[in-house]
């Protein structure tokens, strides 16, 4: 007989991988329980298992029911046993997910997300064009300024006539 650090046990038991998956997460993310295991019971009902104290627990499956009625799922019953006797751990020990895994293999922890680091913003990137600048397409070659007449070819200029 195992001892356990669990006060209450909650469990949901649904119609297919998707809304238990769904009724799991709502759970473990609603109240500080700890995913024990779960069930495929037969054609396709799925229960799972959670462990915590007795408000962990109540708040956990009112989630996981929540989350499994808001997809329209097919929840087939769900309940939380305070203070469960020793006993009962006979049954459900067999569900626990170390005994669910092939021998020898543990459950990797999920990999953290990456972190989005916002854009540095640097003083050369929010310097202004000046409006002399010129950029030219890749691959072209720059456009040349226009020269300024040379005083040799100035025209002179004319002078206003005189009264």
Not at 31 to 57: F, K
Not at 89 to 111: A, F
């Amino acid at each position: 007989m195992s001892e356990t650090k669990y006060t209450a046990i909650g469990l949901i038991e649904t119609f297919g991988l998707v809304f238990v998956l769904e009724a799991a997460d709502a759970m473990v993310k609603a109240a500080e329980v700890e995913l024990i295991g779960y069930e495929n019971t037969a054609s396709g009902y799925i229960s799972v298992l959670v462990g915590g104290d007795v408000a962990a627990c109540k708040t956990a499956v009112d989630a996981g029911v929540k989350a499994v009625k808001d997809m329209d799922g097919n929840l087939y019953s769900h309940v939380v046993i305070a203070r469960p006797h020793p006993d009962l751990w006979k049954i459900t020990e067999r569900y626990t997910l170390d005994k669910l895994l092939p021998y020898g293999v543990t459950p990797d922890p999920m990999p953290e997300p990456p972190v989005v680091k916002e854009p540095e913003k640097t003083a050369h990137l929010a310097a202004t064009v000046s409006e002399s600048a010129v950029f030219a397409a890749p691959g072209k070659s720059e456009p040349k300024s226009p020269k300024k007449p040379s005083p040799a070819t100035q025209k002179p200029a004319q002078k206003a006539p005189e009264k």
